[in-house]
């Protein structure tokens, strides 16, 4: 292991935000730290996302892709899995972990499973069907 830790390659662990707000900035710090040899972005405290937040995650990883490296998306906050659920883009984000685990690699942080109604999008898709009718229709993503 080496100790040199330099601003641009901190596993983008001082990334608080993911929106449409700092998109690209994000995407650029992304792309910037696959240049400089990271392969595991630990993504523990971004606490702010909008849906933006998937296309950037997938952007990294089509990028690390391209330069044939293995990207590691790490303990994401309860509002980014719920994100990666919604959308279905869990075995996009996490090629590896899907084979051991379908739910998206959820599990390896426990610390945050106490807080993460991750199960209310479904839930409620579910009830609204349960209506049946019209209303299943205008459910969009």
């Given amino acids: 292991m080496s100790n040199v830790v330099t601003e641009a390659t901190d596993n983008l662990q001082s990334l ?10 994000a995407l650029e ?3 910037a730290a696959l240049k400089a040899g990271q392969t595991v972005f630990d993504l523990r405290h971004v606490l702010t996302v909008d849906s933006v937040a998937v296309s950037v995650m997938l952007s990294w990883q089509r990028a690390a892709q391209d330069a044939g ?18 959308y279905g883009v869990c ?12 739910d ?10 106490e807080f993460a ?25």
């Fill in 16 to 25: 608080t935000s993911l929106t449409v707000l700092n998109a690209t900035a």
């Fill in 104 to 113: 998206c690699g959820a599990a390896s942080n426990p610390a945050h499973d």
């Fill in 69 to 86: 490296i293995q990207l590691q998306l790490k303990n994401l906050p309860p509002a980014l899995q719920s994100l990666t659920k919604l």
């Fill in 91 to 102: 075995s996009l984000l996490f090629p590896t972990e899907v084979k051991l685990d379908s």
């Fill in 117 to 141: 109604p991750v199960r209310a999008p479904e839930s409620v898709f579910t009830e609204k069907t349960a209506v049946a009718g019209d209303s299943a229709a205008h459910h969009h993503h």
């Fill in 29 to 31: 710090r992304g792309y």
